[in-house]
């Protein structure tokens, strides 16, 4: 684990405190993760939350010069608060990253461990468990993928989802579930109805914590589903298919892991060679036999609907451009885009973007923005909404014609189901 918080000390530059109230009848911690903050400022951080709700005033957020505090209660038991620099998008995205944050401690702790905290030190000890969630959810420069901004789980496309999801449903009705899913490289390539069917918060963070677990040929761990059962527990079963290739079934007391081991190899042994053609698609995570345009530096695209989200900044494999705009770069570039252009001009699921900007009188389809190194388009088009990262070359009239064409080009297909 990267690092070890306490109660008055954080990393990251975002937080959550914790800390007994005694103006509140009922237990009211307060949990931060903060950069080196000194105790009085922690304190008055808390003090002029509490003022306001004292005063019957709900105190969301404020900004400064170069920063963003965001507060935000939950069940009347933990505070959360987060701390980031001011990057001029709306608020809906920090309010999101504070209830992934909550649904999170949920999954791995159990919300009425979370309600109901008797211990404060024991509870300090305990709520480790999900630290390596947290710390993930909370790095955000340095994620690969956008479920964390996007509220939808990254996905893959291959070649043969198909046999993939007859293999799946297969071996998923012999461990006695109706919920499974087979993830590649990190990210889902095929899931069944029931999992599909989960919260999007509860499919983001499955396929957040996934890929985190140390890696080993198969796991038990209990969970619990911070929408569909916060206080019950459920176990999460994995196994290690091929290497980077895992099936994950949600089940109850049984089957045991020992039961199911013999069961993976006899499911999935035929599976093999399209397993293989699965994995071929990393890191450009479409097949091959989908053509984009060579202007196309990344996409990033989100249906609303079904909470799955497609994303690639290597599109071309090695493109040779990478030394004009760096991989990372460009992952930078577009959480940048996509959270400055939702929930300022275009609506989405996330909480306080449904209905759009108030202060529009249209609905915006359509936006996009030049910089001297590259440039960037947003399409929406229910369900979905579309992202690209363009070369600077591309002539800016081009941009609208090519993003619909993309878009086209990754629905027309029904078997890729996004």
Known sequence: MKKRYKASHCASGE???????????????????????????????????????????TLKSTTTSDAKIVWRDFHDSLSLIVITGNDQANDCHLNRLLENVWSAMVMLFGQDELMNIKNLERFKRDIKVCFQLLDHLLEQSVLSTFSDVTQAVDILLTPDNGALQNFLDAFVEAAGSTYGCLTVGGRVAVATHKWWSLSATELVLLGVLIPLLTPCT???????????SPTVPHRLLTFQVMRGVEVCVICGPTPSVADLHNEVVRFWRPAVE?????????????????????????????????????????????????????????REILRSFYKRVVGTYMSSPIEGTETGPAE???????????????????????????????????????????????????????????
Do not use: W
Request: charged residues 15%.
């Open 15 to 57: 937080s959550l405190q914790r800390e007994n109230s005694a103006e509140k009848a009922k237990a009211y911690q307060r949990c931060t993760l903060l950069s080196e903050l000194p105790f009085p400022v922690i304190g008055s951080l808390n003090a002029v939350h509490m003022f306001a709700a004292n005063h019957g005033a």
């Open 218 to 228: 198969s796991r038990d761990i209990p969970i619990y589903l911070p929408q569909g």
């Open 274 to 330: 399209v397993l293989k053609a699965a994995y071929q698609v990393i890191p450009r995570y479409v097949p091959s036999t989908l053509t984009l345009d060579q202007n196309i530096l990344g996409f990033l695209l989100v249906n609303n609907e079904t909470s799955r989200c497609l994303n690639s900044v290597c599109v071309h494999g090695k493109d040779g451009k990478e030394e004009i705009v760096s991989l990372p770069k460009r």
């Open 360 to 418: 529009f009188s249209h609905t915006a389809t359509d936006t996009y923005t030049v910089c001297e190194g590259h440039k960037c388009y947003a399409l929406s088009s229910p369900p979905h909404q579309l992202f690209v990262l363009y070369t600077s070359a591309i002539p800016t009239f081009a941009m609208r014609s090519i993003t619909n064409k993309t878009l086209h080009a990754f629905t027309k297909d029904k078997s890729f189901c996004i």
